[in-house]
């Protein structure tokens, strides 16, 4: 895929999240022609049907999720933190920078396959299954996992008391 082509599928896809956006009651809008004249329809001829449209804005989600996943494990390790609610945070961390994202695809049917590899990362993220598990455990593990996400309330982040901050400062002066 040249640059080119990635451009015209970004700008396809963000088209298709302003548009389901706009009007959520219709369904996923689909790329019928591509918008450059002339040019090949190959960067964008999956796109050309709701499910294709649906497909490619959840791998766009899972590059964000699975990003910040890391990043949230990473600290966890770091931190001794617990690896349930990294997963947590990340998940909603990225539901909040990606709204419309989130909303279209909560709106819209998802291909099943792209939800069971959600829910396998989840779990697997988390630990809460391992890979030597069949896939359908850690499926189930992961489906269960992302409905108490989805369901938990937005965690707060700890608020700093304004002598806290003193501290701190008098502790790197020193």
């Known amino acids: 895929m040249s640059w080119d082509d990635f451009y015209r599928r970004r700008d396809a896809l963000d088209a298709a999240v302003a548009t389901a956006c706009t009007h959520p009651d219709t369904q996923l809008p689909v790329v019928t022609e591509d918008p450059l004249a002339g040019s090949s329809m190959n960067a964008i001829e999956d796109l050309s049907t709701a499910e294709g449209v649906a497909q ?13 996943v890391d990043l949230a494990l990473l600290e966890a390790e770091r931190t001794g ?3 349930v609610e990294a997963v ?9 920078t ?3 994202l989130r909303r279209v695809l909560d709106a819209n049917p998802v291909p099943a396959a792209s939800l069971a590899r959600e829910h396998r990362m989840l779990a697997l993220a988390a630990e809460l299954a391992c ?37 701190r400062k008098l502790a790197l002066s020193a």
């Open 98 to 100: 990606e709204p419309a």
């Open 88 to 96: 947590t945070s990340a998940w909603h961390r990225t539901a909040e």
């Open 81 to 83: 933190g617990d690896l």
């Open 56 to 68: 490619a804005l959840h791998y766009r989600w899972m590059l964000l999720l699975t990003s910040r």
């Open 131 to 167: 890979a030597g598990d069949s896939d359908e455990n850690i499926e189930r593990i992961g489906a269960a996992l992302l409905g108490l996400v989805r369901s938990a309330p937005k965690p707060v982040a700890p608020r700093c008391s304004p002598l806290s901050g003193l501290l």
